[in-house]
Each structure stands twice: as structure tokens, then as C-alpha cells.
């Protein structure tokens, strides 16, 4: 299911409380948001938890306010400022001229205030203790950076769209941004759009969910649960007869004589049986073969 994460919260703490709303033994979210962030968030419960890297690696997008003018410890507006610049002189032409070296493949160094860890230590522990490691700068994509409005000012907003690779800090971009121009910057806000095949229009209220509930049983909300296989459902699907079907259940690789239609060796593909039922990600081997590479269990 995808939550719209509301601002203020973790991604745990609303992770916790769907799964305390739909009695899952096993939950867990796909890409987490920083409290000052708002919108998708997928969260996957029991078999599903199985296809969630398939999320965490998949290309964002993202709709940012960017304040130009003062910089922050954390990169955004819950940290505090550490410098600050009147940014009266800055123009939208100076802002549309620096986001063209922010667009296609850049390295970013990760921020201090991130999950990232460090000898088993997340970096947010560490700058918290005002301890500040090097980071080593990480090839990320952008395949959109749209300046969306300008508000000039000694403290000046831009409001862009992003749509990115996986792996991509959004405040970095601010405060890169804001060093090129020379006014320093941090991000202001932020609401992811998009993850992976999920849009924002499918996001649910979390609160609205628990009073539909109330005292019922979690059944009543099973309508809004999404199929297994939603998080990989821009894979190609390949449907086996019931013989190859068992064994790939168990763990065999099957022939196929249909899987080149399918895709190419090392391509992943959702498998099912000839009922429809979903049973895994088998690859496309050299051999025709389709081989199991994440089961649901029998």
C-alpha cells in the first residue's frame, strides 16, 4: 500500500502504526522520507517485504521549495543556521543558468544528516555528536529539474520539480545549489510525487484509515491493500503450465520456450501460474531457462 506520509513524522513511526492498523507480523517501508517531507511512502507487509529493494532502487520524483540566503547544519529548514547572506541580488536567470550543471549524471557527496552508516554508525549520530567524517561523492541522475516559481527576496525561494535516480539527497542539491550562487541555501520543504510505479494519487490518509477502522477488525481495510507483485509490476509477466510452475515453487529452474518473448538473458520477469497466482521473480538464463530469484512462500 502507499501512505502519504504527513510532515513531522518519521518513516518509521507511520510504518508502526500501519502495521499495528492492518495486524501485519511483517512490515516494512521502501525509501524513507525525512520527517520535514511529505508524500509517498509504499509500505510493504508479510510476502511483499520481499520485493522492496525493487522500491528502494527504483527513480524518484520529487516537488522541493529551496530557500537561497542561509544555510543550515542539517541541509534543511529543522536545523539550525549556521551562515547566513542577503540574497536580494539573486535572479531566476542566475537560478535557470546553475540548475543546467545539476541536470543528467553529477557526483553529490551524501550529507552528514543521512542514514548512511560509518563503521556501523549512521552519519545523523555522528553529526549529532558534531563529529563530521568524509563522504566519499556518489554518481547520482537527474532526468528533470524543472524551476517551477522564483520569489526573490533577502531570503529567496525557488520551487522546482526533480526526477532522480535512486540515492539522490534532495537538500544536497539545495545546498549546492546555494553555494554556486553564492547565497548559501537549504531545503524548505519537500513532497515526493513519485516511487517507482506509485504516483501521489494513490497515497492514502493514515488518519482517515484509522477512523474508517475504529474498533472493526483489520479486515475491513484488506480493499485497499495492492497485489504482491504491484512494487515489480513493470516487469515483464510470463505465465508457466502447472508442471513448471511446481517446480519453480520449488526452487527449480524450468524451460520455457516463450521466455525470449519475455525479455533477454539477466532480465527479470514476474512469474504465474497458469490460475493466475503470483509466485516469484524468476531471471532469463542463457539456456532458455527461467531461474527463481525471489519466491513467495508455498
Known amino acids: 500500500m502507499v501512505i502519504d506520509k504527513p510532515a513531522g513524522a518519521t518513516s518509521n513511526a507511520v510504518l508502526q502504526r500501519a502495521k499495528r492498523l492492518f495486524f501485519a507480523n511483517k512490515?516494512?517501508?521502501?525509501?524513507?522520507l525525512d520527517p520535514l517531507a511529505t508524500g509517498v511512502l509504499p509500505l510493504c507487509f508479510g510476502e511483499a517485504t520481499k520485493f522492496a529493494q525493487f522500491l528502494l532502487d527504483a527513480d524518484k520524483e520529487y516537488y522541493a521549495t529551496m530557500c537561497f540566503g542561509q544555510?543550515?547544519?542539517?541541509?534543511?529548514?529543522?536545523?539550525?543556521?549556521?551562515?547566513?547572506?542577503?540574497?536580494?541580488?539573486?535572479?531566476?536567470?542566475?537560478?535557470?543558468?546553475?540548475?543546467?550543471?545539476?541536470?543528467?549524471?553529477?557526483?553529490?557527496?551524501?550529507?552528514?544528516?543521512?542514514?548512511?552508516?560509518?563503521?556501523?554508525?549512521?552519519?545523523?549520530?555522528?553529526?549529532?555528536?558534531?563529529?563530521?567524517?568524509?563522504?566519499?561523492?556518489?554518481?547520482?541522475h537527474i532526468f528533470e529539474f524543472e524551476l517551477l516559481a522564483f520569489r526573490p527576496g533577502k531570503l529567496a525561494e525557488m520551487d522546482c520539480k526533480v526526477r532522480c535516480s535512486k540515492g539522490?539527497?534532495?537538500?544536497?542539491?539545495?545546498?549546492?545549489?546555494?553555494?554556486?550562487?553564492?547565497?548559501?541555501?537549504?531545503?524548505?520543504?519537500?513532497?515526493?510525487s513519485q516511487a517507482g510505479p506509485f504516483r501521489l494519487e494513490q497515497a492514502l490518509d493514515l488518519d482517515k484509515l484509522e477512523a474508517e477502522r475504529g474498533e472493526q477488525r483489520a479486515e475491513v481495510l484488506d480493499a485497499y491493500l495492492l497485489p504482491v507483485d504491484s512494487?515489480?509490476?513493470?516487469?515483464?509477466?510470463?505465465?508457466?503450465?502447472?508442471?513448471?510452475?511446481?517446480?519453480?515453487?520449488?526452487?527449480?529452474?524450468?524451460?520455457?520456450?516463450?521466455?525470449?518473448?519475455?525479455?533477454?538473458?539477466?532480465?527479470?520477469?514476474?512469474?504465474?501460474?497458469?490460475?493466475?497466482e503470483f509466485l516469484g521473480l524468476g531471471e532469463i538464463t542463457d539456456e532458455g531457462c527461467i531461474a527463481p530469484r525471489r519466491l513467495m512462500a508455498n
Open 27 to 32: 512490515a516494512g517501508h521502501s525509501g524513507s
Open 71 to 140: 544555510s543550515r547544519d542539517t541541509g534543511d529548514s529543522e536545523g539550525e543556521i549556521v551562515a547566513e547572506c542577503d540574497a536580494s541580488a539573486l535572479t531566476q536567470k542566475d537560478l535557470e543558468r546553475t540548475l543546467t550543471r545539476y541536470r543528467g549524471a553529477i557526483q553529490q557527496v551524501p550529507p552528514m544528516y543521512s542514514a548512511l552508516k560509518q563503521n556501523g554508525k549512521p552519519l545523523y549520530e555522528l553529526a549529532r555528536q558534531g563529529i563530521e567524517v568524509e563522504r566519499e561523492a556518489r554518481e547520482v
Open 168 to 192: 539522490t539527497y534532495i537538500r544536497s542539491l539545495a545546498e549546492d545549489i546555494g553555494r554556486d550562487v553564492k547565497t548559501g541555501g537549504h531545503l524548505s520543504a519537500l513532497r515526493r
Open 231 to 276: 512494487a515489480v509490476k513493470e516487469l515483464a509477466a510470463l505465465e508457466l503450465p502447472a508442471n513448471s510452475a511446481f517446480y519453480f515453487s520449488q526452487g527449480q529452474a524450468v524451460m520455457d520456450g516463450e521466455v525470449y518473448r519475455h525479455g533477454e538473458e539477466g532480465d527479470m520477469v514476474r512469474v504465474f501460474d497458469d490460475a493466475g
